[in-house]
């Protein structure tokens, strides 16, 4: 089943576009950092990972070598084909009920950021509908200065340039963001919506969840887990 692009959302560039403009072949290029460092060192030894979002794999891999088991779903097929050594899932995240829980869910790549607010509010009840009692839930949020300081690029060591061209308000707290990533060779661009978060703001759509925060996992505060406030009356 083809899932049909998202409204407000657009990707350019060779290969197959996913429903929120991302390009496949782009992601399967992109280096990954220091993520799957920071992730183990927040939850326990070799325990489930529930991968919300997990495009081709960049993350979904690392964690793998490093113990873990991993559930990555994706809504794009295209995608998830990428994806070696873990149990996929193809569906839109705000939909998921898999009926069943994880030591870890993790909801990455900015996608609590989402520009519809419904969206959103799915994205959180999925995380908090399949977290195991005791578990955890690692979120990753934007940098503060995400949608300023516009325009600005940056040249990564592997040879390809990313450029953060505009973030235009369309709606009540809604910037349409426009991404390029210019490689030697071919060059992909984004177009999406995201909503800026106070850490206040983010804070309130977790707990409107069912959650809070349990720690900032790095000095920027992009990483964060989160634990159902349930979780909190129990200790």
Same mark, same amino acid.
Request: net charge negative.
């Given at each position: 089943?083809?899932?049909?692009? =998202?409204?407000?959302?657009?990707?350019?560039?060779?290969?197959?576009?996913?429903?929120?403009?991302? &390009?496949?072949?782009?992601?399967?290029?992109?280096?990954?950092?220091?993520?799957?460092?920071?992730?183990?060192?927040?939850?326990?030894?070799?325990?489930?990972?529930?991968?919300?979002?997990?495009?081709?794999? =960049?993350?979904?891999?690392?964690?793998?070598? =490093?113990?873990?088991?991993?559930?990555?779903?994706?809504?794009? *097929?295209?995608?998830?084909?990428?994806?070696?050594?873990?149990?996929?899932?193809?569906?839109?995240?705000?939909?998921?009920?898999?009926?069943?829980?994880?030591?870890?869910?993790?909801?990455?790549?900015?996608?609590?950021?989402?520009?519809?607010?419904?969206?959103?509010?799915?994205?959180?009840?999925?995380?908090?509908?399949?977290?195991?009692p005791g578990g955890s839930v690692l979120i990753q949020r934007e940098g503060e200065n995400y949608h300023t300081s516009l325009p600005?690029?940056?040249?990564?060591?592997?040879?390809?340039?990313?450029?953060?061209?505009?973030?235009?308000?369309?709606?009540?707290?809604?910037?349409?963001?426009?991404?390029?990533y210019v490689f030697p060779d071919a060059v992909w661009t984004q177009t999406f919506l995201a909503r800026p978060l106070t850490q206040?703001?983010?804070?309130?759509?977790? &707990?409107? *969840?069912?959650?809070?925060?349990?720690?900032?996992?790095?000095?920027?505060?992009?990483?964060? =887990? *989160?634990?159902?406030?349930? *979780?909190? &009356?129990?200790?």
């Amino acid at each position: 089943m083809r899932i049909e692009m =998202r409204e407000g959302y657009e990707g350019t560039g060779p290969g197959a576009i996913t429903p929120d403009g991302c &390009a496949v072949e782009l992601y399967s290029r992109l280096p990954i950092g220091q993520e799957p460092d920071i992730i183990a060192a927040a939850v326990p030894a070799g325990v489930h990972i529930l991968e919300l979002g997990s495009g081709v794999g =960049r993350m979904t891999h690392p964690l793998l070598e =490093r113990g873990f088991t991993v559930t990555a779903v994706d809504e794009s *097929a295209e995608m998830l084909e990428r994806v070696q050594g873990a149990r996929t899932i193809c569906s839109p995240i705000e939909q998921l009920d898999l009926g069943e829980t994880f030591d870890v869910v993790m909801l990455a790549s900015f996608l609590v950021h989402a520009g519809d607010v419904e969206v959103r509010r799915g994205l959180l009840r999925t995380c908090v509908r399949h977290v195991a009692p005791g578990g955890s839930v690692l979120i990753q949020r934007e940098g503060e200065n995400y949608h300023t300081s516009l325009p600005r690029e940056r040249v990564d060591p592997s040879g390809f340039t990313v450029r953060m061209v505009s973030a235009e308000p369309v709606s009540d707290g809604v910037n349409s963001v426009h991404a390029e990533y210019v490689f030697p060779d071919a060059v992909w661009t984004q177009t999406f919506l995201a909503r800026p978060l106070t850490q206040d703001q983010f804070e309130e759509a977790l &707990a409107e *969840a069912g959650l809070r925060v349990d720690s900032y996992l790095t000095p920027d505060r992009i990483w964060v =887990r *989160a634990v159902p406030v349930a *979780a909190t &009356a129990a200790e």
